[in-house]
């Protein structure tokens, strides 16, 4: 299990490629298509299985069209925030090459994270569900506050408390670090 983190576009949105089981998964290629290529590239990554949405803001989604075409590949979403590029999705609890589906509704009604409980120390790939120091997304472009409150508090800080949480943007926290504000 291998796990990278790299910074596009405007919002500096967090994308993860993701090494599983021998399968490459990129998280949420929010722009820049050009630089993440070139860091597949880098890494000697021939071959990407899928894209995965943590939810369907733009910033998360921007690079999905221009890495299909290139790479020939599909792209997955929760059941709720399907959009136009998205041609498979998937719903709470399911597992994914590895990756447990945790659907966190709140910042938007789709939105979820994704649990690797294989990884040592377990990771949570959290799309803008939780940031560090009691950070939360914004629930103002179709999303709601008491909502993504509840998700945080009854599926995420209930995972194992050395779980590593990856955001959409900023840096890695741990469930043991959060759960001192909540
Ligand atoms: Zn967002």
Known sequence: MKIIQLEVGMLQTNVYIININDCNIIIDPGAEPEKILSELKKNNISEIKYILLTHNHWDHTG?????????????????LDKVECVDFLFNDE?????????????????????????????????????????????????????????????????????????????????????????
Do not use: M
Not at 63 to 79: D, F, M, Q, W, Y
Not at 117 to 123: F, W
């Open 63 to 79: 690079a999905v069209i221009p890495l299909k075409n290139k790479l020939k590949i599909k792209c997955g979403s929760h059941t």
């Open 94 to 182: 399911d597992v994914l090459d590895g990756l447990q589906v945790i659907h966190t509704p709140g910042h938007t009604t789709g939105g979820c994270c994704f649990f690797i409980p294989s990884a040592n120390p377990p990771i949570l790939i959290a799309g803008d569900t939780i940031f560090p120091e009691g950070g939360y997304g914004r629930t103002d472009f179709g999303g709601n506050e008491k909502d993504i409150k509840k998700s945080i508090k009854d599926k995420i800080l209930v995972l194992p408390l050395n779980t590593i949480i990856y955001p959409g943007h900023g840096e890695s926290t741990t469930v043991e670090q959060e759960k001192e504000y909540w």
